[in-house]
């Protein structure tokens, strides 16, 4: 198992360096002189001098890149021009909002759309199979934002069951956190709980169709015994190899939700930093994300392990 | 699905017309193709069936709610909701379709590269696996709010964002394919290999790409609409789904029709298109699932 | 010029609409106010940052030599009063004697001079005193100002609130940009600053308030406090400063989308102030380009233009037809010269692009994705399509955009707001067609008006050549005023003798 | 062999597709003592494994009991009510199935699945299901039992999991087993290990047991009775040494002529000409008759009972008994 991890492990190096250098080449795509966002068209040539310096634009492009992986490795991504300070600081300070909402969403997610899987593959060409399967396939086919803003409608404006933006820090009032993240985590939900639901299902008709679920049979288990301890765990199995696809896919919705619903997260500081060219802001932002899904990835990757003796071996 | 010995010319144990059969007898396909060929045809013929002028702005008439004039209501332009959404079919399909295509060409290229040649496979996988680490949709709105809002930008920006996943495909199909015999006995009878790719192994990945196609285009319906709501889609005034929606989210409250119904086109779009991608499946590709 | 700047707060026309401040009511001490902010101060070094953000804050915490009164007239403020030389190149300011700083030091010459000497050198809008040559303490409370060359503006530059010429302790004026601890005169001194969160001043009890000012003044004026503390927390978020607004953790927004603004206007918890003007929505011809630069094609554009289609769309709620280059109530304010501000004439148009070189080319209108802005481009653009001229819209963010815009290929129309520029006066809005720079063109007429209203020290003269920019502007289109904006700011009801402004002023308000 | 009362007795057993009348299993009827082994054989597609299945209940749900009693201690199971029936299972039935690669859940150890039955059907405690587990582990001869309980199915080898499977399935100590094909997936040595552990164990516990299999070579090891079952109905029922010695049925006969002479793999009945028809496609008369080197026009028609030849010797065929008409023809 350990010598599995390592490999996977070092092939998570290898993507993170590239990935790190993606972000930084980010800048050079740019057409024009990405100083023009930060300063007045009055600017001396000498303040555009200075903030070339300050960016480090003035140094060959071989030591810019040199800097960054070194400012990198010591976890700096350099410095906000417009919110005047450290990127670092200004991720780390909204991740827990995001990883708040993204955990939210994927619990919302895998109840959802294990639960629905499951019935939905127990009554296999029943109606509550196809019920599930035609929400499941509603829900990969509804625009996020736009589920988002039409929660918002109905249940904000209309009902004023929910605020229509914004968030309450966790630790500041645990109630008006719950209210706050529930509607966009449940639009950020319900892409993943279609697509959890079907693998579930497929997954679980493959497994519930296999001898040793005989076998169990066979051993005059209860139904849901079998479906519970034989039949749900190997039908996690795919489920958790696409559990890095649907990080992503949270964290890629997330920056969308935070902008629907207002969400002071890392999202919406990207976004922020992509609509006033903050290039620190953007390279930082996308090399964090990045980072997180690769640990994401590696976790499931030793989850996988745990669940499936059998990959172990390889 | 290469018919090898086709003297029976067509015949219903030709493998293409079994496979049409099969297909014309999936229901998610039948469906999803009804769909779809219902919004196409929209999209073709849009200046025939929409009531107005989709750009046509008037003061009197903003803001109006559905009725039997503006059946979808109009925008704070003053414009024609419902034509606006049968334009908009027009251009969120376009950018659908030329993204499947570029992502298709791109992907094919890239995936069959890697997966024929091996010595290029792990640096192309890796950098195919360092852009999948980004967010797609993070990925698209960066590339086309550095590249500049253009219809052509916002494709080349989906594209990027679906093209390592559709290389990795491609990449599994060809590695299959390249261990069959009629490759080794293509290669015995001296093909070059860039004879053998193109005539042989690509051609046979085609089942699983189409599919991933379908999908890719149902994703970019969607991510068009999530690009134009960020503020980096196609430029108006020429309306998208997702450009109508943009426009009309400072006017929830008052309005909402103007977010209503072009979001619906939406669902029905990709629901269609995901429909028609399940039934292809089903039919040529049954071990790919969701 | 900044998107960000516009954002600030007009003094001027400024219409309440609810909630009229009763003065009659008790006035009472004590109290904290939070304030909604769309961004966060850069810097609290008022002199080196032109963010109005920043201004928000440091006009509370720093005073200027002459401050802008409710007309954005200069008046008076740290100065007692000022004498010109007749010939208009010696300033002579009095300073006010007692005046004390934060840490509890008397104000003097000396800090002025050192603050200004400061202000030359690493001020964010140095230009502003560039008329200046020597600056002296010629008394203990005396400082005496030499200039080049005569500028009728001098005293409007020296009060400009853009990037404040604030009075520090001549200690402080010493230190490099952003090093400095943020002592002033104000009304309120600084407390704390919490990056990406929020500042807060506290009321300042050593204050000492201008013995001639009789009320409040715009950003001069009476200085009274009554609330204990200000905190100016930072919420980019729409949303999240609406929600928190209606929780009732903020008690005021310094701006407001329409649709939140009519929404809350029914309660009475809250009262809703309109400023209006806010800013000029101003389109721009590129004069670089063909067929921009051809008056002709220019007053075609001018002639067809429905501006009240342009802004009733754009800015549904709060708009003003003007096509008067001041706002209504400045001091030169005139609608001489604006007779073709308007004219919505299809037929005139077309006459007058057939003189024109116009070929049915393909023109670009650059557009930042606000949405007002994009809607006046595309209202402009269905528009122009009907006398046969072809514009394409290219959006991108602002910094792309105002990149573009002030280089002479790349664009033939561009959109965007004038705020503090008619708030500061005539010069202001002449200054960015001086050059060429905002056409892409000299235009030696402006340039010459330009140059004799800075030397022209008779107000009257100086009107007059106002008026004749104003009219050259619309006889050569040299670009199109399509109307004032407004904004909306929100504050919670008990907030009592309010007044809105460019600036959310602190002072002369309490809590109920 | 003492003269007890039959644990199993199936009487006229028939399976149809669901919603159709197509049958799988026709009239099937045979009973079973305790310490009896019953041998079924047939080609694959006879319906041997369907028969397993029928008694253990869990047929698919494609196919259903028609008619028929499947009595267990004289209780008609198929009257029973399915939790009822479900409660049998592993505790007075069990069964051993062919592959002992799938057979097993691959995510859990093998030690949790033995245990599973003996915590679930036995009702005993963690600490207890282990130490019989144990037991059972040295009973069907897995070296090093305890270390072994903690493998995963994949870590071991086709045999072992094999004994892993008869190990559970006497978990629960039941009184009839079922073994389909159970030594078919695994190298021929080890096919004879678990024959003879099979044979060892039931022969200690008394077990009676219903042995499915292909294999007459394998039959000839361990049944006492034999049944030929042909496409769904029985051909032949007999004790092993008569349907060796004296084979009466048609595709009896040839299917120990099929036997290979020298030991060599036998994994498939290929000298017979023909298959076994398939659902939906069965001859009306005898099922056979098409393959029948015997066949007589009559068989093409008229389906022969199931009737006695000799002492414990039953016969589907009409051919035993002489054809009435063979003889009309043989005078023509």
């Known amino acids: 198992m350990s010598s599995f991890l390592a490999k996977r492990l070092a092939g998570a190096l290898v993507v993170l360096a590239l990935v790190s250098m993606m972000s930084f080449a980010i800048i050079w795509l740019v057409p024009g002189d990405p100083t023009a966002a930060f300063l007045d068209t009055s600017a001396t040539p000498e303040q555009v001098a200075r903030l070339r310096r300050e960016l480090g634009l003035d140094k060959p492009i071989l030591v810019q890149m040199v800097d960054w992986y070194g400012r990198v490795l010591r976890g700096d991504l350099g410095h906000s021009i417009l919110l005047n300070r450290s990127v670092t600081a200004a991720i780390l300070e909204r991740l827990p909002v995001t990883l708040s909402l993204t955990g939210f969403a994927l619990v919302l997610a895998l109840i959802g759309g294990i639960a629905a899987g499951i019935v939905a593959a127990v009554n296999h060409n029943r109606w509550p199979d196809q019920l599930v399967m035609t929400v499941a396939l509603f829900g990969l086919s509804v625009p996020d934002f736009w589920l988002g803003i039409m929660l918002i409608l109905v249940l904000a404006v209309q009902f004023g069951l929910f605020p229509t933006g914004g968030y309450i820090p966790l630790g500041d009032d645990p109630f008006g956190w719950m209210r706050s993240i529930i509607m966009p985590a449940a639009t950020l939900a319900i892409i993943q709980v279609g697509f959890i639901a079907r693998m579930t299902r497929a997954s679980m008709l493959e497994v519930l169709n296999q001898d040793f679920i005989r076998t169990a049979d066979a051993k005059g288990l209860k139904r849901a015994e079998i479906m519970l301890r034989h039949g749900l765990p190997n039908a996690l199995v795919p489920i958790l190899t696409v559990g890095g696809i649907v990080a992503g896919a949270l964290l890629g919705g997330a920056v969308i939700v935070e902008q629907v619903f207002s969400i002071p997260g890392v999202g919406r500081l990207i976004i922020g930093g992509i609509l006033s060219r903050d290039y620190p802001v953007i390279q930082g932002g996308l090399l964090f994300l990045a980072v997180i899904y690769l640990m994401v990835n590696l976790a499931v990757d030793v989850l996988y392990a745990v669940a499936d003796p059998r990959v172990r071996l390889e | 699905m290469k018919v090898e010995s086709s003297n029976l010319g067509i015949s219903r144990a030709n493998p293409a017309w079994q496979t049409l059969s099969r297909l014309f007898h999936n229901r998610s396909f039948m469906i999803g193709m009804s769909l779809v060929v219902l919004i196409a045809v929209i999209a073709v013929f849009a200046d025939l069936l929409s009531p107005y002028d989709p750009l046509r702005n008037s003061f009197r008439t903003r803001l109006r709610p559905p009725d039997a004039t503006f059946w979808f209501g109009t925008d704070h332009f003053g414009r024609d909701i419902l034509s606006r959404v049968i334009h908009g079919a027009r251009i969120s399909l376009m950018i659908g379709l030329m993204t499947a295509l570029l992502t298709g060409v791109v992907g094919t290229l890239v995936g069959a590269t890697a997966g024929f040649f091996r010595a290029l496979d792990n640096p192309i996988m890796r950098l195919m696996d360092a852009l999948m680490a980004f967010p797609a949709i993070l990925l698209a709105i960066t590339v086309a709010a550095v590249l500049g809002a253009s219809v052509t930008n916002v494709v080349i920006a989906l594209a990027v964002a679906t093209t390592p996943h559709t290389a990795r495909i491609v990449r599994a199909s060809v590695l ?47 991510a068009e609409a999530a690009l134009s709501f960020i503020g980096v889609g196609p430029p108006p005034p020429a309306p998208s789904f997702g450009s109508i929606i943009a426009q009309g989210r400072d006017f929830i409250a008052e309005a909402p029709w103007i977010t209503i119904f072009p979001g619906l086109a939406i669902m029905i779009s990709v629901l269609g298109l995901n429909l028609l991608g399940d039934g292809l499946r089903d039919v040529l590709d049954p071990r790919m699932r969701v | 010029m900044k998107r960000w700047m516009i954002s600030s707060l007009a003094a001027m026309g400024a219409v309440v609409l609810t909630a009229a401040p009763d003065a009659a009511l ?327 692009l057939a003189k024109s070189g116009y070929k049915g080319e393909k023109l670009t209108f650059i557009v930042d994705n606000l949405r007002p802005n994009i809607d006046t481009a595309t209202v402009l653009q269905q528009r122009l399509k009907e006398i046969g001229i072809n514009v394409e819209l290219s959006v991108a963010d602002w910094p792309t955009v105002s990149k573009t815009g002030f280089t002479p290929t790349g664009w033939h129309f561009w959109v965007h707001g004038y705020g503090i520029e008619p708030y500061e006066g005539p010069a202001s809005v002449m200054a960015p067609w001086v050059n060429g720079t905002s056409q892409q063109k000299k235009d030696d007429k402006i340039d010459a008006l330009y140059a004799s209203l800075n030397t022209a020290m008779d107000e009257g003269k100086r009107k007059q050549i106002f008026t004749e920019f104003q009219t050259h502007m619309y006889d050569n289109a040299v670009a199109m005023k399509a109307g004032n904006y407004g904004l909306f700011q929100v504050a919670t009801g008990k907030l009592k003798n309010f007044k809105p402004s460019r600036i959310p002023r602190m002072w002369g308000v309490w809590l109920d | 062999m003492p003269e007890t009362s039959p644990i199993l007795d199936v009487d006229g057993l028939t399976t149809v597709l669901t919603g159709s009348k197509t049958t799988i299993l026709e009239n099937v009827s045979f009973s079973l003592r305790a310490g009896e082994v019953l041998g079924v054989v047939g080609e694959s597609g006879s319906g041997k494994s369907m028969l397993a299945l029928a008694m253990m209940g869990l047929l698919p749900k494609a196919i259903r009991t028609a008619s028929g009693r499947i009595s267990l201690d004289g209780e008609d199971l198929i009257r029973l009510p399915a939790d009822q029936w479900r409660e049998k299972r592993g505790r007075d039935l069990a069964m051993i199935f062919q592959e002992p690669m799938t057979a097993l859940n691959p995510v859990m150890r093998v030690g949790a699945q033995v245990e599973e039955v003996l915590r679930r059907r036995r009702g005993l405690s963690s600490s207890q299901a282990r130490k019989v587990a144990i037991d059972l582990f040295h009973q069907v001869e897995i070296p090093s039992a305890e270390a072994r309980l903690k493998s995963y199915p994949h870590e071991m080898s086709g045999g072992m999991r094999q004994r892993v499977m008869i190990a559970m399935a006497f978990a629960a100590d039941a009184r009839l087993l079922i073994a389909d094909e159970p030594t078919t997936a695994l190298d021929v040595t080890v096919q004879a290990q678990i024959l003879d552990l099979l044979r060892k164990l039931q022969k200690e516990r008394g077990l009676a047991l219903l042995f499915i299999t292909h294999d007459l070579g394998v039959i000839a090891d361990i049944a006492d009775t034999v049944l030929v079952l042909y496409a769904g109905r029985v051909a032949e029922v007999a004790p092993v040494r008569q349907i060796f010695d004296d084979p009466q049925h048609p595709y009896t006969k040839a299917l120990i002529a099929s036997i290979p002479k020298i030991e060599g793999p036998r994994d498939r009945l290929v000298t017979i000409e023909g298959n076994v028809p398939t659902v939906g496609t069965m001859p009306r008369g005898c099922r056979y008759a098409p393959r029948c080197p015997y066949r007589r026009d009559i068989c093409e028609t008229e389906a022969p009972p199931l009737r006695p030849v000799t002492q414990g010797q039953k016969v589907a065929c009409l051919q035993p008994f002489g054809f009435p008409q063979l003889q009309e023809e043989a005078f023509l």
């Open chain 2, 176 to 222: 299959t394919v390249r261990e069959r015999e009629f490759v080794e006995a293509a290669r015995a009878l001296g093909a070059t290999d860039l004879r053998l790719l193109f005539r042989h192994v690509i051609p046979n990945t085609f089942g699983p790409l189409i599919v991933r196609l379908t999908y890719v285009f149902a994703t970019a319906i969607l």
């Open chain 3, 26 to 352: 008790a006035q009472r001490k004590g109290g904290d106010v939070i304030i909604g902010m769309v961004q966060a101060p850069p810097s609290l070094d008022a002199q080196v940052t032109s963010a109005q953000a920043a201004r928000n804050v440091t006009l509370h915490l720093y005073e200027t030599l002459f401050a802008r009164d409710e007309n954005a007239k200069p008046v008076p403020e740290l100065a007692e009063d000022v004498k010109i030389s007749g010939d208009g190149k010696t300033y002579v300011f009095p300073i006010r004697k007692g005046v004390k700083f934060h840490n509890g030091k008397e104000l003097d010459a000396n800090d002025v001079v050192a603050s200004l000497e400061r202000y030359r050198k690493i001020g964010a809008s140095a230009s502003l005193l560039k008329a200046i040559d020597t600056v002296k303490a010629t008394g203990p409370h005396e400082v005496t100002i030499g200039l080049n060359e005569v500028q009728s503006t001098f005293l409007d530059n020296l009060s400009s609130p853009r990037a404040p010429i604030a009075i520090y302790p001549a200690e402080e004026a010493a230190k490099p940009a952003n090093q400095i601890n943020y002592i002033g005169t104000g009304p309120f001194r600084f407390v704390e600053y919490k990056p990406d969160s929020h500042v807060k001043i506290a009321r300042f009890d050593g204050y000492v308030p201008n013995p001639k000012a009789t009320g409040r003044d715009g950003l001069a004026g009476k200085k009274e406090v009554f609330l204990d503390s200000v905190t100016f927390r930072f919420m980019p978020e729409a949303g999240a400063r609406n929600a928190a607004f209606e929780a009732g953790e903020v008690q005021l927004l310094e701006t407001v989308d329409g649709p939140t603004a009519k929404r809350l206007e029914g309660n009475k918890n809250y009262a809703i102030y309109k400023v209006l003007p806010f800013a000029f929505q101003v389109i721009k011809f590129n004069h670089a380009q063909a067929p921009t630069g051809d008056v002709n094609f220019r007053l075609a554009v001018q002639a067809a233009l429905d501006m009240e289609e342009i802004m009733g769309i754009s800015y549904p709620d709060i708009y003003q037809m003007d096509g008067a280059w001041l706002y209504p109530g400045a001091p030169f304010y005139s609608t001489t010269g604006t007779e073709k501000y308007n004219k919505a004439d299809l037929a005139a148009g077309k006459a007058l």
